[in-house]
């Protein structure tokens, strides 16, 4: 009797500290999906160029061959050898020895950067 008494106390436990660390788990993701960021992505073209985009929104890096896609909310971006593309329409050139470019977009400001040099900032809408 004594026995049944215990090991049912011990599995109330454990039932309980696993609702327990439910909860928290549960609580924790609610916090992450509500943060405002910073929300980071990264790629390296066959090349060697290095892609770093960074923001207050959710966004992604896609390497294909020489050429990134840079997605942003409902903007599309393209990294290209000699250019940079928003939204299909051509905004900066770039020179093909370009090793890093910094993509950064806050506030609606879109701002890049070719080897630590401005290369386009652009106020940008919520849908292009």
């Known amino acids: ?13 454990c039932g309980v500290l696993c609702l327990a660390g439910t909860l928290s788990r549960t609580d924790a993701a609610e916090d992450q999906a509500k943060a405002n960021g910073p929300y980071t992505a990264a790629g390296r073209t066959r090349a060697g160029r ?9 966004l992604g890096v896609r390497v294909q061959d020489d050429a990134v896609k840079v997605v942003f909310g409902d903007h599309k971006m393209a990294v290209e050898k000699k250019r940079i593309l928003l939204d299909g329409k051509e905004r900066a050139k770039i ?13 609606s400001t879109l701002c890049v950067m070719a080897d630590k040099k401005s290369v386009l900032t652009a106020k940008i809408n919520e849908k292009p």
Do not use: E, Q, Y
């Open 95 to 107: 020179s093909a020895a370009v090793r890093t470019v910094d993509i950064v977009c806050t506030n």
């Open 50 to 58: 290095d892609i770093k985009a960074s923001g207050d929104m959710p």
């Open 1 to 13: 009797m004594i026995v049944t008494i215990r090991r049912n106390l011990i599995l109330l436990l």
